[in-house]
């Protein structure tokens, strides 16, 4: 092994069992391991106060330095602020892909470069990534423990990120993680695994982080012919598919299908109502093949929890791209992410657009 700064590494700790395992491993490697831990918000949560202790023990037991550094207000621009406008429009965005490019990832590698002279980053993420000498690209792949897969949220990542970022656990099921940290005797082995998303296990609830930033306005439930059956405390509160919580009795089960923000509205419909045979995508991401111009074939997952499905992904001359669906699928939801996929490799990724809706852009960071 090399030594020296190609030797070097710098790992993204949150202070889970993950990130920890994946630190360890690289330390028993030989890799001149630096433990990073990025301050996101105040309060409890994987990512913040708890987190940053488990994270700087955790360091202090395998006798490598940690960094801290306060990304509290690029978190708040990035993250907070692109969920709250998009709730308040009527969709529901997806902050995890978001966080993993604009806060994350890419914060990481220029300060591993700027302040600590090291080209190469490392995080507990379930993926894998393989190099094409063919094509020369770096290619994003599923993890083996199709179970914890994460690449659904990397589908975002650049070229150079993929090329200067390893995935230790990409190879390896949840159990043997559990088992290889217990093996080295690291305190986070038998920690709880984080089961929401940061903002919600530090404010209760996503409707309880909502709340804090948009104030709740009472509007009509109508169906889909403009009926009114009930009445919302606020749009932000509901999604596309949502059947449970809707306050209103009917004689079939009602989803979400729609919000209309500016009409304050909730629309809602029976489950066939709520199936989509298309659905058009912004803001693309060609992250394993060089962006085609002809229609291809693939496996589309429109949600992190669903299975990919057969369609045809469709380029079209604005960057953006047309997915049609081999079979209609339920819950096609603005503002997920739509990726897609060629068996294990991901191909590409975007955000999934509201139809006759101008999208909203958001500034990334330089």
Known sequence: MNTGAMNRVVVGLSGGVDSSTAAAILHQQGYDVIGLTLWLMKGKGQCCSEGMVDAAKLCEQLGIPHHVVDTRDVFEQYIINYLVTGYSDGITPLPCSQCNKAVK???????????????????????????????????????????KDQSYFLYDLAQDILANVLFPLGEKPKTE??????????????????????????????????????????????????????????VHHYTIGQRKGLGIAHSEPLYVVALDAAKNQVIVGDREATLAPECIV???????????????????????????????????????????????????TPGQAAVWYDGETLLGGGVIEREAVEPVEFTRPA
């Not at 217990?182 to 089961?195: M, W």
């Not at 960057?319 to 819950?331: A, D």
Request: aromatic share 8%; proline share 6%.
């Open 105 to 147: 990832f890419g914060p990481m590698l220029d300060y591993a470069r700027q302040e600590l002279g090291c080209d190469r980053i490392a995080t507990g993420h379930y993926a894998r990534i393989r190099y094409n000498a063919v094509t020369e690209r770096y290619q994003l792949l599923r993890a083996v423990d199709r179970s």
């Open 177 to 234: 993680t559990r088992q290889m940290a217990a093996g080295f005797g690291l305190h986070t082995a038998d920690k709880p695994e984080s089961q929401d998303l940061c903002l919600v296990e530090a404010n209760g609830s996503m409707r309880a982080f909502l709340d804090k930033y948009i104030t709740p306005h009472q509007g009509e439930i109508v169906d889909q012919a403009g009926r009114v059956l009930g009445y919302h405390d606020g």
């Open 282 to 332: 912004q803001r693309v991401n060609w992250v394993s093949i060089v962006p085609p111009t002809a229609p291809i074939r693939g496996e589309v997952q429109i949600r992190y929890r669903s299975q990919a499905v057969p369609a045809t992904i469709m380029p079209l001359a604005d960057g953006r791209v047309r997915v049609v669906f081999e079979q209609p699928q339920s819950s096609v």
